[in-house]
């Protein structure tokens, strides 16, 4: 196939001397611009990751060590013909391709050059490759090359979109519950597999969950742009989306943040409730956020305490989960994977779920709700939006963050792709 790199094997013939000309930094904060291994001018800056992969599961430093040397130099043009573009933003775009000689379509990412280092696309890319063998992580194909412009690599095509799809903008209106849960099932077993080798993915949200069909029996995480190792320091993030758990939406200036799995579960129970309701919980996790403060009010106060009313419409055991997923000291958060233990409970009540649970039609919410509609503060595709920063303070595209500063977060001007 055209682009094709050599498929990563159970082993990487790398000895400790390979590894000891990379520079350090490159999974957490990266190596200062300009940092580079003698001899090898675009060398990764990464350290060594955990060791919690399983026999003949590949590790993404050496195979990145591996697929750097391979990356081949090809135009776009020469090798496919572009039948549909998928989604564009800041990053690039993503298109639906066909090789000009023959073989099956590939969706192709394409990263712009001028916004995207090296290291940056060939980390993304092995750690796709990685996680590919996960069920519910989307597969990233054995096949990359750099053009003039850009950096490339392939995927596998999602061929009903992503979760935004199944939400029609600016009306509280869920899913049945059928559908949420298929959703929870899977997503919590996706993050439970990167959380089990010490990742972060730290962009769960509805745009990166695709679908394999309209059902929700096949649906896959993707777009690993901003996954990092648990432990790495973030600084403040440019703006904030309601997926941004409270601790990182108070950090200032130089302020940092040790990367844990307790930010991607936060980001999860959101999308959960957005599942369910239509609706964002709130705009921002942070004071004054009306809604946040009720929601904080009601984590902190006795057992037993009425629910605000935005979460009323659910069932005693899914109040419970949301708590537990949602506590605000991010140590006590449960683990996405206990999500599962609630699959077998009600999670809507009847008066709020009608017809929905049998995925029949949808009720609509009672007028004047307080919740923050999903065109508000629904984030662009893959990378289109904001940045973040590490600790090295290097902007990164991908996060798709977005906010006016003040009142309810607002996608930026240009982006595409929002929910629709």
């Known amino acids: 196939m055209p682009g094709s790199v050599p498929s990563p094997g159970t082993g990487t013939g790398l000895s400790s001397r390979h590894l000891a000309r990379l520079p350090t930094g490159y999974f957490g904060a990266p190596a ?16 060594l ?33 572009v039948l549909e573009e998928l989604g564009s933003g800041t990053y690039g775009r993503v298109v639906l ?18 916004n995207t280092e090296w290291r940056a696309f060939l980390r993304e890319y092995c ?24 950096f490339a690599f392939g995927q596998e095509l999602a061929p009903a979109g992503d979760l935004c799809t199944l939400l029609t903008p600016g009306v509280r209106e869920g899913l049945a519950e059928v559908l949420v849960k298929r959703c929870a099932s899977q997503l919590a077993e996706a993050l439970d597999f990167m959380h089990s080798r010490a990742l972060v993915h730290r962009d769960v949200k509805l745009d990166n969950v695709l679908l394999f069909d309209r059902e929700c029996r096949r649906v896959k995480l993707g777009d690993f742009g901003l996954t990092r190792l648990q432990g790495s320091a973030v600084r403040a993030m440019s703006s904030t989306l309601p997926y941004s758990p409270p601790e990182l939406c108070l950090l200032q200036g130089s302020d940092t943040l040790e990367l844990d799995s307790s930010l991607d579960v936060w980001a999860f129970a959101v999308l959960l409730f957005c599942l369910c309701t239509g609706c ?14 009720d929601f904080s009010a009601w984590q902190s106060g006795a057992e037993g305490r009425e629910a605000p009313p935005s979460w009323q ?3 005693y055991g899914a109040q419970e989960m949301f708590r537990r997923l949602l506590r605000l000291d991010p140590d006590r958060r449960s683990p996405a994977i206990e999500v599962q233990k609630y699959l077998s409970l009600p999670w809507l009540t009847a008066q709020d779920t009608g017809a929905r649970l049998d995925g029949g039609d949808r009720q609509e919410a009672a007028a004047g709700s307080p919740q923050v509609p999903i065109t508000q503060g629904c984030a662009p595709a893959s990378g289109s939006g904001g940045s973040v920063r590490d600790a090295a303070g290097a902007g990164e595209q991908g996060d798709g963050s977005c906010s006016s500063g003040e009142g309810v977060p607002t996608p930026p001007a240009g982006t595409l792709a929002l929910c629709h």
């Open 49 to 81: 990751p955990p060791t919690h992969w399983g026999p003949g599961q590949q590790r993404p430093l050496p195979l990145m060590v591996q697929t750097g040397q391979a990356v081949p130099r090809q135009e776009l043009e020469e090798q496919y013909t």
């Open 127 to 150: 750690i796709a490759l990685c996680l590919s063998g996960h069920a519910a992580c989307i597969r990233a194909l054995p096949v990359a090359f750099e053009s003039a412009t850009h």
């Open 280 to 293: 964002f919980p709130w705009a921002v996790a942070a004071s004054p956020d009306p809604q946040f403060e």
């Open 97 to 114: 391709t066909e090789p000009r000689d023959g073989g099956s379509p590939v969706v192709l990412k394409l990263m712009l050059k001028e």
């Open 313 to 315: 419409g659910f069932a």
């Open 32 to 47: 200062a611009v300009g940092t580079s291994a003698p001899g090898h001018p675009r060398s990764l800056a990464t350290t």
